[in-house]
């Protein structure tokens, strides 16, 4: 076990990073994703005030740190929903996420209550349920953490798919630091419920390394995000209709460009990514090529969808691996390793490069490069 001279500064420590944290992502000096950093600051700042009990010794201060677990999990929730959804807007109804909240800071706090109420609300509970109030609180503050993580790891899911429908790149932009973000948050979950009721000496001796580690775990990937639709007004709202047909699941879609010119705006597309090689561009987005051929970024989405049956990802991909494939035959390229071949194809990173070409081609990058020599030799 920590001695109690040492132990306090773990909380403060960790408490202190997380205010600090919740300082620069509301600061947000690069202006990214900014409503949603205002909730991913809101989290920071209740898990701060919830981890810094420990250290305060005023009652009443106890309490309001207390009751700000009860905002931990609406706020991650709501950063996330922010951070996935184009052109997302504050409405009332948000604050409903925040009752439980208020319901347990008007019991709490205010005095006016009286005890002798209080009391009997819990021996009323206690004797009807056969539980303990404070038990019961923690129960529902577990059920709310875990319920509102789950909620925030299938939107996450379900971005890292929408992403495809207006990215060429999905990995800056696929929030993959959130998920890792949302590990972190689990781990802390887990070290707290094993502190209040699993009791697993092993792992209480090694929570507050746990929690200080967590917290940097957290800080680390959340100051490495990017903008995700770093687009014009007019192109996120379109991507915002694109995507909510997408999850809609919405099979008949209205045609966005007439029959009588579809054959014609397909066989420019194909010119276009064929002689002008826009591909060749890592952070390619529908909105830059729909402006490069002159439509609009639902049009051209309908049309690589219907003309080609890809999404845009998948179709700016094949074209890569297509020029991949060129390269790893040309002579003039043969001094290029693997991750040049990569970056001359247009991809970001390896392994996106190495997923991709598998995926279209069943081989390796080296395997198909094995195989052409091997053939170029017979």
């Known amino acids: 076990m920590l001695s109690l ?31 949603a950093n205002r909730w991913l ?16 010794t005023d009652d009443t201060t106890i309490r309001l740190m207390e009751f700000t677990r009860f905002a931990m999990a609406p706020a991650l929730y709501l950063s996330v929903l922010y951070f996935t959804s184009p052109d997302k807007k504050f409405t009332v109804l948000e604050l409903l996420h925040f009752v439980p909240i208020l319901l347990f800071a008007l019991f709490a706090l205010t005095p006016i209550i009286p005890i002798s109420f209080k009391d009997a609300l819990e021996q009323f509970i206690l004797q009807t349920t056969h539980i303990h109030p404070a038990f019961l609180v923690f129960g529902s503050l577990i059920t709310q953490v875990i319920t509102y993580w789950i909620l925030a790891w299938i939107r996450l899911v379900q971005h890292k798919n929408n992403v495809k429908l207006f990215s060429s790149s999905s990995q800056p932009i696929d929030l993959w630091w959130l998920r ?36 940097y775990f957290i800080a680390y990937f959340s100051l490495k995000q990017e903008e995700i639709f770093a687009f014009d007004n007019k192109s996120v709202i379109e991507i915002k209709e694109i995507i909510r047909e997408e999850e809609t699941k919405t099979t008949s879609k209205p045609p966005r460009i ?7 705006q397909k066989q420019r597309l194909e010119n276009l990514m064929s002689t002008e090689k826009p591909f060749l561009n890592p952070t390619l987005g529908l909105p830059d090529l729909a402006a490069r051929l002159k439509v609009t970024s639902h049009e051209l989405s309908y049309l690589i969808n219907e003309g080609f049956g890809e999404n845009f990802y998948q ?14 035959h040309s002579k003039e390229h043969q001094h290029l390793n693997m991750l040049g071949i990569a970056y001359e194809s247009g ?25 052409t020599q091997s053939l170029s030799v017979i």
């Open 5 to 35: 001279s040492v132990e306090p500064i773990f909380p403060s420590l960790i408490s202190g990073s997380l205010f600090l944290l919740a300082f620069i992502s509301i600061a947000n000096p690069r202006k990214a994703n900014v409503a």
């Open 41 to 56: 600051s809101f989290l920071f700042f209740a898990t701060a005030c919830a981890l810094a009990s420990p250290i305060v």
């Open 180 to 215: 890792y973000m949302l590990i972190g948050l689990a781990l802390m979950v887990f070290l707290w419920v094993n502190a209040e009721i699993l009791g697993i000496e092993v792992i209480r001796s090694v929570t507050p390394f746990g929690h200080l580690f967590a917290v």
């Open 258 to 264: 007439p029959g009588s010119e579809f054959g014609l």
């Open 315 to 328: 179709f700016v991909n094949r074209y890569r691996v297509e020029e991949a494939k060129f390269l790893l």
């Open 347 to 371: 991809f970001n990173s390896k392994t996106t490069f190495n997923t991709t070409f598998k995926k279209l081609t069943n081989l390796s990058p080296s395997e198909y490069q094995q195989q």
